[in-house]
């Protein structure tokens, strides 16, 4: 994770706008630490004691940034009640600097490594909100289509081979090609997928599960956000541990098991081929976060490939 720029580091002009667009001045801020953002992330106290959430951006240092920033308040500003999201207070937006006000959410992040209790409490909140209905006006891309080219990876990959690849994998590089084809087509479907999920994208409230950046937000098959919740989980646990709670997992437990393979499958050559790209401006540790993330993935294949005839050992995998 990166360290973040704090509110009073905010050019004045920014500060200045949150504070028109809020009504108040801000006289205390708290700088939160954690996520991939080279801007500020602040709850902050206003002069009547109000507490709201700001997060805020240059596009000068990173425009991938605040174009996120931009469509994750279009997305918050339309996602339907019932889905635990902070409310959308206002964004300020002067053509360089992109910031968001949000609703203060008293509650902390999953803790790393993360416990089964939360993460099973993690899992029931997301298939409730997989079953949520979309409204009609909430225009979101299909999973499947922009996650096309990132479940690519491994194809990339073979293209362009990766000296410090895991000999496991690049015996399997077809195999795992084939795989995150399938992957691709299994993320089709009409639920709400909030697409980054990952213990810094969760906040645990007194009154539940809160899902906050909602950027990446699209339509697609309503186990999705479980599993990226389990690789979350995978990555600082022994691969039997995230399989086993797979199984416990009321929705993911009825989901073709090659299916689940497949999208396992993509997320693992996209971390991969990601890794070995120079870091985005002002986010320095996301390249050996998404290694890290790769690394522990393909173990997690290794062992389902290798144990699960249903998951493609009949396939002709190599388990050596």
Known sequence: MNTRMGWLELPPNVRTGVEELLGERVIEAATQSGGFSPGSADRVRLASGRRVFVKAVSSEVNLDSALLHRREAIITAALPP???APDLLG??????WVALALADVDGSHPRRPWADAQASSVLTALEE????????????????????????????????????LDSWADSNLELLIQLARRGTAAMAGESLVHGDLRADNILLTTQGVMLI????????????D??????????????GHAQSMVARSRILAGVDPRDVTGVLAGWAGYYLEMSRREPPPGIDSLRSFQR??????????RQRLGNSPGDGAESGVATG
Do not use: Q
């Open 82 to 84: 019932g889905v635990p």
């Open 91 to 96: 964004i300020y937006d002067d053509g360089i």
């Open 129 to 164: 909100i997989g079953a949520v209905p979309l409204p009609p006006g909430l225009e979101l891309a299909r999973s499947e289509v922009t996650l096309r080219r990132a479940f690519m990876g491994w194809e990339k990959l073979h293209k362009h081979p990766l000296d410090s």
């Open 213 to 224: 950046d909602w950027p990446h937000a699209n339509r697609g098959a309503p186990w999705l």
């Open 226 to 239: 479980c599993l990226s919740v389990l690789i979350d989980v995978n990555t600082d646990h022994p691969p």
């Open 292 to 301: 890290k993330v790769a690394d522990a993935l393909i173990r997690w294949l």
